[in-house]
Every structure is written in C-alpha cells, then in structure tokens.
C-alpha cells in the first residue's frame, strides 16, 4: 500500500491566479489549476491510432517471440535479462498470420464518435489557451498540487544557479568514459546488445512551495533524470541485499504507512512515550561513496556481494547532469559518484544506507526507532531530559556518517507521512499538508471505466485504514468528501472496520499471461476488447498447435491511459525552453543546394531532416503510391533510391524498386513526383519512443491510399533508428 492517496480528481474548470513572488530577479505566479493533472483529455484520432498502432506492434512481438520459443523448445537458452527486452525482430511465425491479419483489420476499421462533455470541452479550452501558452511555463510544486507561472529566460536563472551551485562544468570525453565502463559492464552479463548509452536527460526543478519564508526566498529541487541503465541491474541486486538485511535484522525499514501503523499500534502504554521526530537534510546527494561501501561491507554480513555486484552497484552511481546541452559533474565528487533522485535504483540504495544507519541505532536503542527513506521516527519512555540527550547523541551519529538531520524531540503528537499519530490517545487518522487541497480523477475525465468505478472506494478504503476508528475517519472525512462531490461521484465515505482487521494474504497461483494494452478513449465507437477476444475465440481453436499457449486463459486485455495533463505540461515547458536556448537552434537556412532549384525533387527541401515522405508514380495507365522514412536528409534518401532505380543488383531493396523495374522490364513509362508528408522525430535514448517510425505505419496501415505500394507486414517491423544508441556499439 503507497502512502500517499495518489487519485485525482477536478475541482473546477478556470485558473485560480494568486500572489506575484518576485525574489532575486526571479518572477513568478503561482496558478492552482482547478483540477488533477491527472485528469486525460479526448486525443485527436491521429494521436490515438498512432498509441493503438504502438501497443499493438509490442504485444505482437511478444506474441511471436513466444510462439518461436514454443515450437522452438531446444533453441531456447534461459538467461538473466533483469528485464530488458530482445532488440532483434522477433521471426515470423506462419501460425500466427491470420491473427495477425486481423489485429491489422481491427486497426484499420476503428470508427471513432464525437462525445459532447463540458468538462472536456473546457479542459481542452484550458490546454489551448492557457497550459500551451508561448513564451510561458508552467514549474511545479515539490509535494503540493500548485504550479507556478514563469518566463523561460527566469527558468533559465533558476536552473543555472541550482546547477552551479552543487555542480561544476564536465566534458563529453567524460560522458564516454562512463558509456565505455558502462559498455564492458553489460558485455560481461551478455546484455550489450539491450543496454542503451547514457541518455542525455536534461536536468529540470521543482518548487518547495510548502517551505517557511517560500514567497521572500523561493527554493527549489534538481532534479536530474539522466541515468545509466545498468542502475537496473544494480536495482536487482539491492533489492535482494535490502531483503536479506531486513529479514536477518528485524529493523524498522518501513516501506509504507501501514507497516509504521504496524509498529506504532506494538507500542505498549503509549501515553507514557514521547516521539522524537527527525529528517535527513538531502537524504539522496548527501551519500557519497564512503558511506555507501561501510553499508555494502554491513551488508555483506547477510548476503554476501561478489565483486562483480560491488563494482555494478558503485558504477550505477556514476552520473552527470546535463543542463543546456552541457554536461556537468558534482563538485564534491572526484569520481562523479552522486545518488540522483529518480535513478533506477537510487531509493534502493537509500534504503540500503538507511538499513546500515538503523543497525546503528538498533543496537542502541532497540526496536524503538525507524525509517522510512529520510524519515525517521523513534519512541521512548525517558524523561525529557534524557530524551534531549538521545536527541544530540543521534545527529552525532548521523553526522559522524556524513547527513546532516533535522530533529524534534519530547513530542506527543507527530505527522509523519501521510497520518497523524497521537500518543495520548493511542489513535491515529489522516493528515495533510497545510493548504494542499485533494484532488482527484474527475468523473468525466478520459480514464477507462473500471478506474473511475473504483476510485471512490479505493479512497474510503484508504482513509478506513490509515483511520484508527470510526471518530478519527469521521473526523477526517469532510475535504475528501468534498472534493469527491466536486468530482461529480455520488459516494458517502464511510469507515470500514474490516479495512483494519488482519486479513491473511492469498496466494494467487502465478499464470504466464501476456497483457494486450490498448488505448482506452471514450471517442471510440469501436468496442475494442470484444473485438480482441472475438479475435483469440476466431483464430486458436482447441486444434490450433498454439491453442496451449494462445487462449482466453492466457492472452488478456487492460486498457492502457492516454496523455494526461502533467505530461501535456511537461512536453509544453521542454518545447518552450528548446525555442528559447540559442544552442539548440537546428535549423538551416539552405534546406536546397541543388545545382538547378528547379530540378529539386522536393521542391526546395531536399535538405529536410526527420520526414515522412511520399513517392507517386504515374503511368499513362496507373497511379501508385508509396510511403517512406529518412533520419537523414531527404537528398541522401533520394540517391539510394535513385540507385535502386538504376542498378538491378538494388532492384529489391524496397517495393518502390520493385515496382519502378516491373515497369522498366515491361517497357512502361513512368513518372515520379515526391512530397514531403510530416516532419517528426526519429528515435530518442530520452524519450524511448521513435515518432518516425510511428507516423510511418500510421500512413501505410490507416491511409493505405497514400501507400498502395508498401507492406503491411511492418507493423512489428523493428525501429532501426534505435540500435546506434545500444553500448555493442562502443567497441564498434
């Protein structure tokens, strides 16, 4: 169980503008948006087939690779991937054609249905006119739902004092270095060819709003997302440490609220303790890489770590930070060792750390004491006096390790996490923080179905549970309520005494089930899951030889989520400061260099860069199309087409060749005329996600009259454009 309610909902449609914070040149104005982030517009149908045709392009190649497998059994070799998946195109299975066939089908007949809601209308107003704002951006909150109106050129400041001030300037032999180590690293556990490099992540802020004195001195969180992706593996096998040392120590390091609920509900004559209640300052930077061998060497004594794992879980913490296209290294760090917040596996090894400090404390002080990340919280029947003394002895502690804490001590009543815990009373019930409204997904909002259903209980159940009785949840309960009713559900909270007894785990038997994720949208007339099953019922019958592998039993269906309004932020602020940051300024005035302007044959933009192009090819009696891709400029993409043309030992490099020698050997004159279609990205180590490729099968598979000419078999073709970015490649 998370520890935080994580369900959002609308409170009103408009923008709420309050309090101008001018400080140190910075402006800014803070804007409570009325509603979730959370919440997911309508997409347009283009933005939707084009997620339709993405999810269904994975869940067929998992399809394959494992119907290879299973008429393959001695081909087959298990090996340790810690989750990354094949890059090589999974083989064609002639028994899974006709399947295939259909999921083609069911892509390109989806009817779509206009939907008339006034949230939506109003959300997507909002998004158009105020979220997509140019020349604006829109900074978070750190733990509130605010956001913060500001100026590219003042995000810039912000970013670069923040920047500046832990990190100093690096270099991109550096930034090889690490993809080299990180390079021979996979090659040793066979995954280099699955790793990507280093992705250049730039760094971004958000604001501590809920800090004292926000409004004089606005502080901020760096938070930098670049990272290495062996930090998977090292996540693996912290997992496992962590595991080990729990079990083996019996510490307090909680995971949520429910096991701190645990443990305060153990204490005995509670009105006779006092908590002390302490924060380490920076948790995640404040680790160097002294303190975090001393955990590993603790570690050790309950599971023991090869030198193979040591050197994987120290490399993870290699990092750069990338900020305007530069890269920059921390400055109290000679060997670029920082645990970043958002790495894979950097709350594993703050958990890590944080096991080693409380076998510190432990041993002190008993099981009197826990944690949860930079939380900390202990109980203790000592005077106060004596308890003062506890108080200095553990900064003493944390500061001989290298942290710095904030603590409190002699206290009877503290918030910790998302409750409130009161010795006195024995109770506990919800808390948050001050002027931090709830919200949640809106009734209306473009969520699938099953999700809006269960939010509502899914909130009582939370609030039952963190309550310890019927007064507490009673209590509580009013701003949930209301923001519930401002959501548009019809739903009384009311406490659950059941929520809190001791309910016995049940173990569900695991089945090997592959998941199809479609995009759910309420504009789509098309009942999608259905079709799906109809699909599975159609075409794996009991006689099927993949009937074993491929049944109801085994091919499920969940619909998956379109962009939400968080992301539509994001994506607008990373595009506003591209526009703005001189250094990022691609453009080239000679998008021709062509001998004769005239003879161009893209009319100008031959030297275009990420297109999707069209060639139309004409005869006295025909007119086919066909559709194609370059990453490269379009000059280049036409020469190879030009020698595919010319020389027949290139006759079958793509269906157009095909097509131009069938009318070459058959005596036909022809004439070709290309157009540039839609410009988009090619593949991304950032973003993960190649829109190239994407907008290419939308053409071929959704508008096959501009592409008569081309496959339709590429649907689960493989993105080429992403295979330059996997370490095999360092040692190339």
């Avoid at 979730?36 to 269904?56: A, D, G, H, Q, V």
């Avoid at 645990?339 to 090894?349: I, L, P, R």
């Avoid at 400090?357 to 900390?376: A, E």
């Avoid at 909270?493 to 049940?506: A, D, I, P, T, V």
């Amino acid at each position: 169980m998370k520890s935080s309610i994580h369900y959002i909902i609308i409170l009103s449609s408009s923008f709420l503008l309050s309090t101008l914070i001018v400080s140190s040149s910075i402006a800014m104005e803070k804007v409570n948006l009325g509603y979730s982030t959370k919440n997911i517009p309508l997409p347009s149908r283009s933005e939707y087939m084009k997620n339709f045709i993405e999810k269904t392009e994975h869940f067929l190649r998992r399809m394959r690779w494992k119907a290879y497998h299973f008429l393959n059994p001695t081909e087959s070799t298990a090996k340790e991937t810690y989750g990354f998946k094949s890059r090589n195109s999974p083989p064609r299975i002639n028994e899974l054609i006709p399947f295939e066939d259909g999921m083609l089908n069911l892509i390109q007949n989806i009817e779509f249905k206009d939907v008339k809601c006034n949230f939506q209308n109003e959300m997507n107003s909002d998004i158009k006119n105020k979220i997509k704002k140019p020349g604006s951006l829109l900074i978070p909150a750190d733990k509130t739902t605010n956001y913060y109106t500001m100026t590219p050129a003042s995000y810039d400041k912000f970013i670069k004092e923040n920047v500046t001030k832990t990190y100093k300037k690096s270099s991109d032999i550096v930034a090889n270095k690490l993809d080299t180590q990180s390079a021979s690293i996979a090659k040793q556990l066979k995954l280099d060819d699955r790793i990507e490099k280093l992705a250049k992540n730039e760094a971004f802020i958000t604001l501590k709003d809920h800090k004292p004195a926000f409004n004089d001195h606005p502080t901020c969180r760096l938070i930098n997302p670049s990272k290495s992706e062996i930090g998977v593996v090292s996540k693996h096998i912290l997992d496992e440490i962590n595991s080990a040392i729990i079990s083996g120590t019996q510490i307090n390091q909680w995971k949520n609220t429910a096991s701190v609920l645990k443990w305060f509900n153990s204490l005995e004559n509670k009105e006779k303790l006092s908590f002390i209640c302490f924060d380490v300052c920076e948790f995640y930077p404040s680790i160097n890489e002294k303190l975090l061998s001393k955990a590993l060497d603790f570690a050790n004594k309950y599971r023991p770590i090869s030198s193979n794992e040591r050197d994987i879980i120290l490399h993870a913490k290699r990092s750069l930070l990338f900020s305007n296209g530069s890269a920059w290294e921390k400055k109290s760090s000679n060997d670029l060792f920082d645990v970043t917040m958002g790495s894979f596996d950097g709350a594993e090894t703050c958990e890590l750390v944080g096991c080693y400090l409380l076998s510190l404390l432990t041993d002190k002080y008993g099981q009197n004491i826990g944690l949860y990340r930079d939380d900390g919280l202990a109980a203790f029947n000592k005077t106060p006096q004596e308890i003062e003394k506890i108080k200095k002895e553990l900064c003493k502690i944390f500061r001989e390790n290298g942290l710095k804490i904030t603590i409190e001590a002699n206290k009877t009543i503290v918030n910790f996490l998302d409750v409130t815990l009161d010795l006195q009373t024995g109770k506990h019930y919800p808390y948050t923080k001050e002027g931090n409204v709830p919200l949640y997904v809106h009734k209306k909002s473009n969520h699938p179905p099953s999700i809006l259903k269960n939010i509502p209980d899914a909130i009582n159940k939370r609030l039952s549970e963190i309550s310890s009785d019927r007064q507490c949840f009673d209590n509580a309960k009013t701003v949930y309520q209301e923001a519930l009713n401002k959501s548009g559900y019809n739903y009384n909270l009311s406490y659950n005494e059941s929520r809190n007894e001791k309910q016995q785990s049940r173990k569900n038997r695991p089945r090997n089930i592959l998941w199809y994720n479609p995009p759910f949208s309420k504009n789509v007339k098309t009942n999608v899951g259905k079709c799906f099953l109809s699909l599975i019922d159609q075409h794996f019958p009991k006689s099927h030889p993949l009937h074993k592998i491929f049944n109801r039993n085994t091919l499920k269906l969940s619909y998956s989520c379109m962009t939400n309004v968080k992301t539509i932020i994001s994506n607008h602020n990373k595009a506003q400061i591209n526009i703005s940051d001189p250094t990022n300024d691609t453009t080239d005035d000679s998008n021709c260099n062509c001998r004769n302007s005239s003879t161009c044959p893209m009319d100008g933009k031959c030297n275009d860069q990420n297109m999707i192009y069209q060639a139309e090819v004409t005869t006295p009696t025909s007119r086919e199309t066909y559709i194609g891709l370059c990453d490269t400029t379009f000059k280049l993409r036409y020469r190879n087409h030009v020698c595919s043309f010319k020389n027949e030992r290139y006759k079958h490099a793509t269906e157009l060749s095909k097509y131009i020698w069938s009318l070459k050997d058959k005596g036909i004159s022809y004439n070709i005329k290309w157009r540039k279609v839609k410009q988009a990205r090619s593949y991304s180590s950032v973003s993960k996600r190649c829109n190239l490729c994407l907008w290419e099968k939308y053409f071929i598979i959704c508008k096959p009259e501009m592409s008569t000419l081309n496959n339709r078999s590429e649907l689960i073709s493989n993105c080429r454009h992403s295979k330059k970015f996997l370490l095999k490649n360092v040692f190339a």
